[in-house]
């Protein structure tokens, strides 16, 4: 079988364009199979479509029969067929369906061009941007402090010196120790932070504005010096407004970030926190000097990840229960000890209990008084509670499909360990996700220092005019294009994480259709990954670029899916270990919520069935088997999936391994990052220029940056078993004679059995067990028919012989209109001619059948009914 790269690419427009034409999809959707159908679009099928539904041997019974018509019908379009089936011209593969290589979306690649180019020329027309000799757009904005007229402290010529920001008192003149407010909106540059409240120490603080205005009946605060009549003017009105700057007494205060004098006063100190150094500031300051922690939070996240793939093919139950027993300990405990909170609301609670000690452990009583903590207190305990119950209906839906998921888990560990190669993407693309994150957040700060000044602030009757200060504010017209670079970066991050998944898909697609010697797959093909970085790069960017725009804003919604169907328990949960005899409670409480969460709570487009399930990751791998565009691919994955009951029912199993290890490795990152930034001395002393003001935030990021480059590293089990699973149904829906040259011994143990029964027998002419001649010979029956008549005579003596005969009367009545008494196995032929069973004949005076054509395989069940296997 040559390999995916092996087939030329180097065909005429014209020939190419043929070729995709006769490889038309099967319709979504189809109610009849006939020649000529037509699908939703009113495109008629093709031959392909024909192949694909009954079989792709001529020697089929229904393949010849579809053969003949189309030999009949349409000769050019057969012979087109028979040229792009045939290997050695670059056409269809007849044994594994998969299509020449060709460009597949082309135009996303030039709207993906452009809007790079669109964000890189915002970034540089607002990096070079000034307004009234200043800068538009200054990065040390966020690290540095900005007094009263605007300037950076430490920065600007005239307070180059005074790197300090100083908030002056609310009154300048007050001169005793503690103030009882600040002026947050008017702080000042100085050289040191002041640590007494010395008279010999004296800082220049702006004198708040003062207006004063004199009539000539009356003065108000002043005496007039304009009286009226003079020159004879009848009245006179006077106003006067005044700014002034002023040397006032310090306080103590410490220094923090090597930029900010922060009161000692807790009360004075919070109130510069939640005003003009509130979160928002602090997080987008933190982010100039931290990139070294998150480059070594990203090798751990690697490193971790690779840990994880070893140890989750070794001992995968370990980890995933483990995860989630400490995940449940944890939440359950925390939530109980906020819940607790409300004993603070009862009646006379303090006075018989002391709690000064839970006060001082919970943070929420530091920041609001005691009802509002514990208010706010309480409402997260019952969050985190509620958070802990779903992790346990998680616990019982794992303990119910992990047969399944081990299952998989080996399977897809099979496929990449005899490619040791799919092991290296994922390290590449954590590398160049980091690279992208630095780049895409280091120009998202220029775009977040941009504003404008504002020097005419003082207003007299309407009027604006400039006096002693300055005012800084963001530039609100440009927040439409802060969101649309937001988009282009999730976009860029997600291509990275695209990409990744096309080489696994590639990589898998290849290693399935290498043909078994025995049970075995002994061939493992040459460094896919590198022929798939070759493919995507030339071939599939364009479908890349198109899935990354849509895949991200898609994936929440499955992610809610799938946390609304795990958390809540189902009918056929199970405990596990020492709590195995809970398993029937939970059952009964799955049969309460199970009708609620599905036909009331969960909208359908959030189904299987939905919206959510049709643009994902597996569309890829339709664009790489028939080299198709995105959409139409997606719409043939949605379908494929959904009328295969192997895969239907076992992808997307393997979830809860990217869950648990995409969760897992961000908190263990994010844990790292903040150890690392606070033994830094650089980074964690308050008096130190490199200071990480909001640890917080970084350590948010680095979970962000962490658990996408564990994603990657996870797709090696989650995505390659999905696209093993699609593989298979792939298989069977081109050519099904080729399933057992191809389907690796690891995947029959989950589908072996449905292709043997179920899967496909409607277009192949399979019938189910209870339609063969065996399972109703007459010994057999006779068999079922004693015991039935011995077990209802014991029930009702006397009767015995009635309900005999009522039964036997029960089993050869038959639903067909002309035919008499029969049992099961007989059948019609294509001439509509009865064939012989084990049961009675047709009544003799009825018509005889004349339906379509049927093929081997069609027969009647013991209830009468016609099946119509062929």
């Not at 004198?207 to 009226?228: F, H, K, M, R, V």
């Not at 449940?328 to 303090?350: E, K, T």
Request: charged share 15%; hydrophobic share 40%.
């Amino acid at each position: 079988l040559k390999p995916l790269w092996s087939w030329p690419a180097s065909m005429s427009a014209h020939a190419m364009d043929n070729r995709m034409e006769a490889y038309h999809t099967a319709p979504l959707g189809m109610e009849a199979y006939g020649t000529g159908a037509a699908d939703p679009y009113g495109t008629s099928m093709g031959w392909q479509d024909e192949m694909m539904l009954y079989g792709a041997d001529p020697a089929d019974a229904a393949g010849a029969t579809v053969l003949d018509a189309m030999m009949s019908s349409d000769p050019d379009n057969f012979k087109t067929y028979q040229q792009y089936r045939e290997k050695g011209v670059g056409g269809i593969d007849p044994e594994t369906g998969i299509a020449p290589r060709r460009l597949t979306d082309c135009v996303c690649i030039v709207v993906f061009a452009c809007y790079c180019i669109g964000m890189l020329a915002l970034v540089l027309v607002v990096k070079s941007k000034s307004i009234d000799g200043r800068q538009y757009s200054d990065v040390r904005r966020l690290t540095h402090g900005m007094d009263y007229q605007a300037r950076l402290c430490g920065v600007d010529k005239d307070v180059a010196d005074k790197q300090f920001l100083f908030w002056c008192r609310s009154n300048p003149q007050q001169w005793y120790d503690q103030p009882g407010s600040l002026d947050l909106w008017n702080p000042t540059c100085v050289a040191e932070c002041p640590d007494s409240n010395s008279a010999q120490v004296e800082v220049a603080c702006l004198y708040p504005e003062q207006n004063l205005t004199c009539g000539s009946e009356s003065g108000n605060g002043w005496e007039c010096t304009i009286p009226a009549g003079q020159f004879g003017n009848v009245e006179n009105y006077h106003f006067l407004s005044q700014e002034s700057i002023v040397y006032s007494t310090p306080y103590e205060t410490l220094p923090r970030g090597g930029r900010y004098c922060l009161p000692k006063n807790e009360t004075l100190r919070q109130s510069v926190l939640q005003g003009p150094l509130h979160f928002g500031v602090r997080a987008f300051a933190s982010f100039e000097h931290c990139w070294g922690i998150l480059f070594f939070a990203a090798l751990a996240a690697v490193a971790m990840s690779y840990l994880y793939v070893l140890f989750m093919n070794e001992c995968a139950r370990l980890l995933v229960y483990g995860f989630l027993g400490v995940a449940y300990a944890i939440f359950a405990s925390a939530g109980l000890w906020f819940v607790s909170a409300v004993i603070l609301l009862l009646p006379g609670a303090q006075d018989r209990l002391n709690l000064d000690g839970y006060k001082r452990l919970n943070h929420f009583y530091k920041m609001d008084d005691e009802f509002t903590a514990s208010v706010i207190s309480f409402v997260l305990g019952l969050v985190l509670l509620f958070i802990s119950s779903a992790i346990c209906g998680t616990i019982t839906h794992v303990a119910h499909t992990w047969g399944q998921v081990r299952e998989l888990i080996q399977a897809s560990a099979e496929c990449f360990t005899s490619m040791k190669s799919m092991l290296v993407p994922p390290a590449i693309e954590a590398l160049w996700k980091f690279l992208m994150a630095w780049l895409l957040t280091s120009n998202f700060l220029i775009l977040v220092s941009s504003g404008k000044f504002n020097e005419l602030r003082i207003e007299i009757n309407g009027q604006l005019f400039k006096g002693l200060s300055t005012e800084y504010h963001f530039d609100w017209a440009l927040l439409p294009w802060l969101f649309g670079y937001l988009f282009g970066s999730v976009w860029i991050m997600e291509l990275c994480t695209a990409f990744g998944q096309f080489l696994v898909a590639f990589s898998v697609i290849s290693w399935y259709f290498m043909k078994k010697e025995g049970d075995k797959k002994t061939g493992v093909p040459p460094l896919p990954p590198l022929h798939g970085t070759a493919d995507a790069l030339v071939y599939h960017m364009g479908s890349l670029c198109l899935g990354a725009a849509i895949i991200p804003w898609i994936r929440p919604l499955r992610i809610l899916n799938w946390m609304l169907h795990e958390s809540v328990p189902s009918e056929k949960a199970e405990c596990c270990g020492p709590f195995e005899f809970l398993t029937g409670c939970f059952r009964r409480l799955g049969r309460i919520c199970g009708s609620l969460t599905e036909h009331h709570c969960m909208p359908k487009w959030l189904g299987p069935r939905g919206l959510a399930y049709k643009y994902t990751k597996n569309a890829y791998i339709d664009v790489i088997i028939r080299s198709q565009h995105f959409l139409p691919a997606a719409q043939r994955t949605f379908w494929i999936i959904n009328t295969h009951k192997s895969c239907q029912k076992y992808m997307m199993s393997c979830m809860i391994i990217t869950i648990v290890g995409v969760v897992s490795v961000g908190i263990t990152c994010a844990g790292l990052t903040y150890m690392a930034i606070l033994l830094t001395p650089s980074l964690s002393d308050p008096e130190s220029a490199t200071f990480v003001v909001a640890p917080t935030a970084v350590c948010g990021f680095a979970f962000c940056l962490c658990a996408s480059i564990a994603y990657g590293f996870m797709m090696l089990f989650d995505h390659t078993a999905d696209t093993l699973l699609y593989c298979y149904a792939w298989n069977k829906r081109f050519n099904k004679e080729t399933v057992e040259q191809f389907m690796p011994e690891s995947l029959r143990d989950l589908v072996g059995h449905i292709l043997e029964k179920e899967d496909g027998y409607q277009y192949f002419g399979n019938a189910r067990p209870e339609m063969y001649l065996s399972t109703w010979m007459p010994k057999k029956y006779a068999d079922d028919k004693t015991r039935t008549a011995n077990r209802e005579g014991r029930q009702q003596p006397g009767h015995g012989q009635q309900s005999q005969q009522q039964h036997l009367n029960q089993q050869t009545d038959a639903s067909y209109h002309g035919q008499g008494p029969m049992f099961g196995g007989g059948a019609y032929d294509t001439a509509g001619h009865y064939t012989m069973g084990t049961g009675y004949a047709p009544d003799q005076h009825s018509e005889p059948f004349h339906g379509d054509a049927l093929y081997t395989g069609a027969a009647y069940e013991p209830s009468g009914r016609y099946t119509d296997a062929g």
